[in-house]
Nanobody, 121 residues
């Protein structure tokens, strides 16, 4: 198995910035994509941003122009730079990897435990 370890969450005022990091606990044979999802209280988990192994990115409309996703394939890490934060960005942010851990294994989604981001108005 693999653990995705997130860090960088916290409390920030509206307009501020945070940088989330996610690192895999072991080497991974093949990663198709890594990304960030979030879940606010009473709401469904939603995609925030994703980056593929070739560097293509996709963002939720609500964060375009404010958030930037980046990754380091060699280190199996992914980052989310969040600027101009708004109270509605408050949520638990989860790291996700769609990957094959070893040759012959199935590709699966793997999840981190989540990190809280709170934006005060």
């Amino acid at each position: 198995q693999v653990q995705l370890v997130e860090s960088g969450g916290g409390l920030v005022q509206a307009g501020g910035s945070l940088r989330l990091s996610c690192a895999a606990s072991r080497s991974i044979f093949s990663i198709n994509a890594m990304g960030w999802y979030r879940q606010a209280p009473g709401k469904q988990r939603e995609l925030v941003a994703v980056i593929t192994s070739v560097g293509s990115t996709n963002y939720a409309d609500s964060v375009k122009g404010r958030f930037t996703i980046s990754g380091d394939n060699a280190k199996n890490t992914v980052f989310l730079q969040m600027n101009s934060l708004k109270p509605e960005d408050t949520a638990v942010y989860y790291c996700n990897a769609y990957a094959k851990l070893a040759l012959g294994e199935m590709r699966k989604h793997y999840w981190g435990q989540g990190t809280q981001v709170t934006v005060s108005s």
